[in-house]
């Protein structure tokens, strides 16, 4: 019968082991704990610092040091799409007007049969306006008579002027545009319903 003889030594068990990187800083004993990339080629390549000298490291950290200036806006530039490759959109951006109008004249005349070119009289229709309807009015900037003419006239014109294709990244220019859009839809139901109840 084999007999087998374990050799157990104290701290010999990988749990009981202390085990910890040593701060790289040179003459430093203490425990390196904090990491920092050793360039900005090497960056997931790490020393492991003390707080102390992880302190004094930061200070004299650079990313950009030895780049010019132009290397420095190129850098930034490729981070800012993920250092992937981009190149300028091209075309006429002004056609995007054009394709929507297409697309609002083809939109109503498809609903010709539900709307007609009859006048929104003063009373609109002998019916009072809700707020909402009269704040649509006011954001189209509408007079009365109001026309389904008027509504498509002046939708179209504040479309061009505060499309966000226009404006790029201007947060009032893309609220009001949100505006225009509720509007034009609240005043093409108000049209819609008062032609159903001409009809009956």
Partial sequence: MNKFKF???KNNLSWEKNSFKKCDSEKCLERGQYRAPKSRILLNDYFYFCLNHIKEYNKS????????????????????VWDRPSWPLKGNYKNVFDEFNEYVDDYIKNDENKLNENYFKNKLMDESL?????????KLELKMPITLEKIKKNYKKLVKIFHPDVNG??????EKFKQINESYKILLKKFIKKNEKQSK
């Fill in 7 to 9: 050799d157990i030594k």
């Fill in 169 to 174: 990244n201007n947060k009032n220019a893309e």
């Fill in 61 to 80: 950290w650079d990313f950009y040091k030895g780049m010019s200036v132009d290397q420095i806006e190129n850098s930034m530039r490729s981070d800012t």
């Fill in 130 to 138: 809700s707020l909402e309807e009269s704040q649509a009015i006011k």
